[in-house]
């Protein structure tokens, strides 16, 4: 039952990530759409942690579905994705530090343990 709260965390957090990145641009992503980008990436991570794939791939593979589906959903042009993209990433990271040093919760970004 852990794992599947750990997922769902993960999920919502990296949603939450894609929903404030989008916001300060301008436009923002509705929430649900956030949702969808949360779920791919953890998903795809979590299957390809599944896979007993090494840990760089887990890092790397859930990369390509959260840009393409933030271009997609954004409708926006390639520098103003660029931009948001980069945000998001900074707003995933600062989340991830404050969950691995406090909360001791790794699922974000397996590799990078800060507790």
């Known amino acids: 039952m852990r794992y599947y709260f750990d997922l769902f965390l993960a999920i919502v957090l ?5 929903f404030i990145g989008s916001l300060l641009i301008g436009n923002g992503l509705p929430a649900w759409q956030a949702l969808i980008i949360g779920t791919a990436v953890v998903l795809l991570g979590a299957i390809t942690e599944a896979l007993k794939a090494p840990m760089w791939l887990m890092i790397l593979v859930p990369f390509p579905i959260g840009m393409l589906l933030l271009f997609l959903f954004l409708k926006e042009p390639v520098q103003t994705w660029s931009i948001t993209y980069l945000i998001t ?5 600062v989340i991830h530090m404050i969950m691995s040093f406090f909360f001791k919760f790794h699922s974000l970004i397996p590799a990078w ?3």
């Open 113 to 115: 343990k800060l507790s």
């Open 89 to 93: 990433l900074g707003i995933y990271s």
């Open 14 to 18: 990296t949603a939450l990530s894609y």
